[in-house]
């Protein structure tokens, strides 16, 4: 089993819709979930985090963490074809003193 | 703020050569990691620093690899010799201990042939 597990797809959602992004985590131990934007060819960039169970909200992004199950997932609002990316979710025992497990990516395209 | 700086951006070389990686890390960041992403195994974290100090190499792959960081500046990460199977992007990325994520480098892209 992966330690960090997400679909692959690609996921395609129309222009406008509602994207959704989903990962497991095998180690019950992690404190910390992240959410990474990478472009084709470009870096990883932080998006989102998340401590606690329960959803926080940043613009049109929703991240949401439930520890019993041990599932994190990602909302887009209002897609734009600029989201189109891979995205990356990223777990962690604690704060950046920690190092962290990154799962392989979930690529979406969004379609105008 | 010049944020993490890797260089160099692309790197060819022959089957056998030493290759080194350099990274700056943000001033004031604490944390430095090494990562290699490839398409099979995705993002891998090789080893990270801590003050200078490293903390955790378990990630590196084999002897052929080392990493030293001899200042908070400054960050190297070295394979001798190298084979066909390191070619990945090699991305460097640092924090610091209360930080919420990292900041990537844009990465070294390493042909090894």
């Known amino acids: 089993q992966k330690e960090v597990e997400q679909n692959s797809g690609p996921l395609s959602v129309p222009e406008g819709a509602i994207a959704s992004l989903n990962c497991t985590y095998s180690d019950r131990g992690s404190q910390s979930f992240f959410w990474y934007r990478q472009y084709s060819g470009k870096s990883p960039e932080l998006i989102m985090f998340?401590?606690?169970?329960g959803d926080k909200e940043d613009g049109r992004f929703t991240a949401q963490l439930n520890k019993a199950s041990q599932y994190v997932s990602l909302l887009i609002r209002d897609s734009q074809p600029s989201d189109s990316a891979t995205y990356l979710c990223?777990?962690?025992?604690?704060?950046?003193?920690?190092?962290?497990?990154f799962g392989a990516g979930t690529r979406l395209f969004v379609k105008a | 703020d010049a944020g993490v700086i890797q260089s160099p951006r692309h790197e060819v070389t022959e089957m056998g050569q030493e290759v080194t990686l350099r990274c700056k890390p943000i001033?004031?960041?604490?944390?430095l990691f090494w990562y290699r992403q490839t398409m099979m195994r995705g993002l891998e974290l090789l080893i990270y620093?801590?003050?200078?100090?490293?903390?955790?190499d378990s990630g590196m792959p084999e002897d052929r690899f080392s990493a030293k960081m001899p200042n908070a500046s400054f960050s190297t990460l070295k394979i001798q010799p190298s084979e066909p199977r390191d070619s990945a992007v090699y991305f460097c990325?640092?924090?610091?201990?209360?930080?919420?994520?990292?900041?990537f480098g844009s990465g070294t892209r390493l042909t090894v042939v």
């Open positions: 620093f801590n003050n200078n100090v490293p903390i955790d």
């Open positions: 998340i401590y606690s169970n």
């Open positions: 990325a640092s924090t610091t201990f209360a930080g919420s994520g990292y900041t």
């Open positions: 001033s004031g960041h604490d944390y």
């Open positions: 990223a777990v962690s025992r604690g704060t950046g003193g920690f190092k962290t497990i």
